[in-house]
């Protein structure tokens, strides 16, 4: 009979420590852990312990600490001590099996959500931010031609707005020479432009070679502003391969019309040059300085553009409302480094034409340096 007890005792024993080991494994399971011995739970803990370390220390190797990374570093570095020492619990001790498997899941979680808060140091960014856009903007190299400087009573719109906007830049004037051999130059140093400025206003402008010069620059990675507006004697010779990349064609000669009726639309306003920096541009703000009340019937405004079947050209600003594909004065293309306006400036008061101004090489800066 004794036996016989002995035997049903063991056999019930057994029974219970089978039953224990399931409901042990059972908890470890709903608690998230997907390993069933506490031995592999321990080597995972050690692998994230070293992670984490491995993460802090590529980041003070950076020296990109702020104040609260670095209080995040001071609780990782419990939670290291304290996953090295969970590492190395002899896995045969007495522990509870409810506050085991708890414990085990609120660690797993916090070591998640721990690593899910710390950036990657091998992942990249975005290629600039805004502090970054803005410094490189302030060292930026830029060319600027601008003829209106031969009447010293007309304000410099194009300088005044680099000024206004605190950029460094190259003023050659109306010196087509010296314009020239700045080109061909390479820029300062030979590390070559990031934006060149065409300001051709006077009524003698640029043309030949100049156009093949812009051209070139483009192909170097440069933004490039085109204020030309005598496009109908240029567009079927030497401008007109700078049209065909763009993806714009001469549409018509603007010409004899009054101050009155000179005013624009804007026609793409969710641009980034309608809106950046300066937003709610206007063109009907109009001046007589091109209007030659005795001799109107010669009187050329500029020119209106039409979008082709090339480039990747967009009409910003034309002379009807609403009209996207024709009747153009202002067009981006090449990936927003090429502007073309073709008309005056003068055309408009500096109330007007300067937040545009900046609003231009604002964006062109933006196109050379991000690659919009």
């Excluded at 979680?109 to 960014?125: G, K």
């Excluded at 931010?129 to 930026?140: I, R, V």
């Excluded at 090449?334 to 008061?349: M, Y």
Aim: aromatic share 10%; net charge negative; with cysteine.
């Amino acid at each position: 009979m004794r036996s016989y007890r002995q035997s049903n005792m063991l056999i019930r024993l057994s029974a219970y420590r089978i039953l224990l080991s399931f409901n042990i494994l059972t908890l470890i399971f709903l608690s998230g852990c997907d390993l069933p011995f506490q031995e592999d739970e321990s080597l995972q803990q050690t692998k994230n312990a070293i992670a984490i370390k491995q993460t802090l220390e590529a980041r003070k190797q950076n020296r990109e600490l702020s104040n609260t990374a670095q209080a995040q570093e001071t609780a990782l570095e419990d939670q290291i001590a304290t996953l090295t020492a969970r590492s190395i619990i002899d896995p045969t001790a007495d522990l509870n099996t409810t506050q085991f498997a708890s414990s085990m899941a609120e660690t797993q979680q916090s070591i998640q959500n721990t690593q899910a808060a710390i950036p990657n140091p091998t992942e990249t960014t975005e290629p600039t931010t805004t502090t970054d856009l803005q410094s490189m903007m302030k060292s930026a190299n830029i060319l600027l031609y601008e003829d209106i400087i031969y009447d010293p009573g007309a304000a410099r719109y194009v300088q005044k707005a680099l000024d206004e906007l605190g950029l460094p830049y190259v003023d050659v004037g109306s010196a087509k020479g010296w314009f020239k051999e700045q080109l061909l130059s390479g820029g300062p140093d030979g590390s070559g432009w990031d934006l060149i400025i065409i300001a051709a206003e006077a009524k003698s402008g640029v043309s030949g070679e100049f156009f093949e010069y812009v051209s070139q620059a483009l192909d170097q990675g440069a933004s490039v502003i085109l204020e030309v507006w005598y496009l109908d004697s240029t567009y079927s010779g030497t401008a007109s391969n700078i049209l065909s990349r763009c993806g714009v064609q001469f549409e018509k000669d603007w010409f004899n019309i009054p101050p009155s009726q000179m005013y624009m639309f804007p026609v793409d306003q969710s641009h980034p040059i309608m809106q950046e920096p300066n937003s709610g541009l206007s063109f009907t703000d109009t001046t007589s300085y091109w209007w030659d009340e005795e001799g109107p019937e010669e009187y050329d405004i500029g020119d209106w553009m039409k979008l082709s079947s090339t480039g990747d050209a967009k009409i910003l600003v034309g002379t009807l409302a609403g009209e996207t594909r024709t009747h153009g004065t202002v067009a981006v293309c090449i990936n927003d480094r090429l502007i073309i306006q073709t008309f005056s400036s003068h055309q408009l008061t500096y109330n007007a034409m300067g937040p545009v101004w900046q609003n231009y090489i604002y964006n062109a800066l933006k196109a050379r340096f991000q690659g919009s």
